[in-house]
């Protein structure tokens, strides 16, 4: 048996050795750290969580964002994508294809052109008129997620509230304590 699982680890180990590595020259992964791309920089993909992309040059790729903002200050030649946070686009940015929000806000600049899509879903888009979009404008807000969780939870508060306060009663009633 040790011989065995001695053979195994050896073959592991020898195709770990084996492996090619991933190579992403260009891209910018973060984990809690800021990135930030030069007016004169270039990265190809921009990927951050617990932190913001501030772009103030060109993403030749997609910029996600989990749990901060995204900024683009020229060009980001693909899609945008942003969980919990803000993207925000300075006057005359230009996003290649689609623009995404899932529970944040999208705030954009004067003549802010989108190729595709533009989606904002439970949260709001702040635009003005000369802002073109390619694609679709969907723009779910924030109300139709929260109004019904809230009224869900007042319920619940209403219902365990009214039990504990009966209980409270019955407890009273008695001159002395039940026995369990």
């Known amino acids: ?6 053979y195994v ?3 592991s180990l020898a195709l770990a050795g084996l492996a090619i590595p991933a190579h992403a020259n260009r891209d910018a992964v973060q984990f809690g750290s800021t990135i930030h791309v030069a007016r004169d920089a270039t990265v190809h993909d921009a990927v951050c969580f617990f932190c913001s992309v501030e772009a ?3 993403v030749e790729g997609d910029i ?8 683009i200050g020229t060009a980001a030649n693909h899609d945008v994508v942003n969980f919990f ?11 290649g294809n689609d623009m995404v929000s899932m529970f944040g806000s999208i705030r954009l600049g004067e ?3 989108i190729g595709k899509d533009m989606v904002a879903m ?4 702040q635009a003005p008129e000369s802002v073109t979009v390619g694609g679709n404008r969907v723009v779910q807000p924030g109300w139709i997620l929260w109004g019904p969780l ?3 939870a007042v319920v619940i508060i209403v219902v365990v509230r009214e039990i504990r306060h009966h209980r409270r009663r019955q407890y009273m009633h008695y001159p002395y304590p039940p026995r369990p």
């Open 150 to 152: 809230l009224v869900f």
């Open 122 to 125: 439970f949260g709001g888009v």
């Open 9 to 11: 680890c050896m073959l």
């Open 111 to 113: 003549d802010v052109s």
């Open 1 to 6: 048996m040790k011989r065995c699982l001695y």
């Open 85 to 95: 946070g803000q993207i925000s686009a300075e006057d005359n940015a230009h996003i």
């Open 56 to 58: 103030e040059g060109t």
């Open 64 to 71: 996600v964002v989990f749990f901060g903002d995204v900024h």
